[in-house]
C-alpha cells in the first residue's frame, strides 16, 4: 500500500463543479491514492472572496506540486484576467501536453489517432510585446529562447521515454523564421542526441496540418512553439471528437496543473448532462505524471467499457445524464485483480534550463534598422545615405525591399526598415549619431534593432530581394 498523493483541486465554475464531482467519485471507488486539497479559482471566487486567485490556491499548489481544475469562467472586458494565464506565468508551466486518442464509441473521421502534442507554453507571441508602431502598422514579437525551447524540448522526450512513445516530431517553421524556429529546431537537435532511443524528426507546421488530417495515425509525440501548438492542438483535439473528450496538462519543472480544455459551458451549467470525460481524461494524465498510471488504466477500461456500451452523455449523441455515465464508469471498474503492478511514483527530471550565453565576447556591432514612419507613399523617405561609418544598404516595405531601387509594384504602407551597415565593428555612439541625423531631418524613426555579427555570421536576417 502506498501513502496517498496529495493533489490541489479546484471545481471552477459552470460545469466545473459537476464534472469535478464525476471524477472524485470514480477516484473514490477505484481507490485511487490520492487525497484532494480543495481550493478555490475563478468567477465564483472572485465574487465570495474578491479575488479570482486567491494566494491560498497558488500556495497549496506549491506544497502539493500538482492540481486538478474544472474550468473557470473569465470574464469579457471588465473584471480579471483569465485564472489559467496567471497560473501557467506564476508557476512557470512551460508546457501544454495534450494527448489526443480515439476513443470508443465516439464519431469521428478516424479510428486509430494516439498522438501526443507538447506545446511551448510561455513565449512565442504570447508574451503580449505588442506595440501600435503608425497608426495602420501594428506588431507583436515573437520571442523564442534557448532556455524555453530546451526545458519543452526535453519535457517532450521524457514524456515519450516514460510512455513508451517512440517518435518526437519536432514542428516549426524554419524555412521562414530562420532565426525564431530556427533556434528551436537547434535546440530540439540538440535535446535528440541524449535519447537515440527515441526517432527524432521535424516537420514544417502548414505540412503537417495537412498530414494530420490525412493520415493522423503517423503521428506520435509532436513538439511545438506556442502559436503552432495552440492551433495544431486544437486540430488534434478536433480529429478525436472535439471539446467534450480533448484533456490538457500544463507542466512546470516542479509544478502542473491538469485540466480539460473546454470551458465552463455556462449554457449547460447545473443542469446535470455536462460531460466529465474530458476532464476524466486530464486526471488519468495527471495520474501518469505522478506516478499512479496504473490506476488510471484501469478507469480507462471501464471508460472505454462504457462508451462501448452506447452509454453517452448528450454531447455525444447520447442521452446518459453526468451522474448516470458516471455510475455506469464505476460499475465497470475492472477487479483489482486485474489491475497490474502499481507503478512506483516517480517525477519527471527534468534539469534546470543552461546559464545565458553572453554576447559580448562574440559577438560584434556593425549597423542598425532604423524602422521609420513616412507617409508620403509616392516617394521614398529622404534617409540620409551615410552618417559617419553607417551606409544605407537597404531599406524595406512590409519586408520587401524597395531600396536600391528599382521599386516593386508592391502596396507600400507608412513604414519604412532602414539598414544601415558599418564596414567595420561599430560602438553604438554612431547608431546614436544615425538617429540625431534622421531626427533633424524631421522623419519619426519608432524603433532600432542592433544588428550584430558572430564572426562573418550575421545575427539578423536578409529582406526578400536583399543581396
Ligand atoms: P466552452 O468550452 O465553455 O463551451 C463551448 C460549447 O461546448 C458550449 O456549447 C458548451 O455547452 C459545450 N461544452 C463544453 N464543455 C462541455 C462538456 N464537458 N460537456 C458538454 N458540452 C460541453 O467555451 P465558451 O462558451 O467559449 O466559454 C465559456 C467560459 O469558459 C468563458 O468564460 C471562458 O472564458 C471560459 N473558458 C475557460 C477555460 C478554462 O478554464 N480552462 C477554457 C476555455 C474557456
Ligand atoms: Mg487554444
Known sequence: ???????????????????????????????????????????????????????????????????????????????????????????????????????PGVVTRFGNVDLIVVRENIEDTYGSIEHRQTPDVAQTLRIITRQGSLLVHRYAFELARRLGRRRVTCVHKANIHKHSDGLFLECFRQVAKDYPDIVADDLIVDNTCMQLVIRPETFDVLVLPNLFGDIVSDLCAGLVGGLGVAPGGNIGRHHAVFEAVHGSAPDIAGKGIANPTALLLSALQMLDHIGLGSYGRRIEQALYATLKANIRTRDLGGDATTRQFTDAIIARLPDVSEQGEVAIPTTLDIPPPPPPTPSAERWTLVGADVFVEWNAIEQLPPMPPRVGPLELTMMSNRGTKVYPPPVPPITMVNWYRCRYIAQQPISSEAIHALLAEVERLGIRWMQVELLTREGDIPMYSKAQGEA
Open 1 to 103: 500500500m502506498i501513502s496517498p498523493r496529495r493533489v490541489t483541486l479546484i471545481r471552477g465554475d459552470g460545469i466545473g463543479p459537476e464534472i469535478t464531482d464525476a471524477v472524485v467519485r470514480i477516484f473514490d471507488a477505484a481507490s485511487v491514492p490520492v487525497e484532494w486539497e480543495e481550493a478555490h479559482a475563478g468567477l465564483a471566487c472572485f465574487e465570495r472572496h474578491g479575488t479570482p486567485l486567491p494566494q491560498e490556491t497558488l500556495d497549496s499548489i506549491l506544497r502539493t506540486g500538482v492540481a486538478l481544475k474544472g474550468p473557470t469562467t473569465t470574464p469579457i472586458g471588465e473584471g480579471f484576467k483569465s485564472v489559467n494565464v496567471t497560473i501557467r506565468k506564476a508557476l512557470d508551466l512551460f508546457a501544454n501536453v495534450r494527448p489526443a486518442k480515439s476513443l
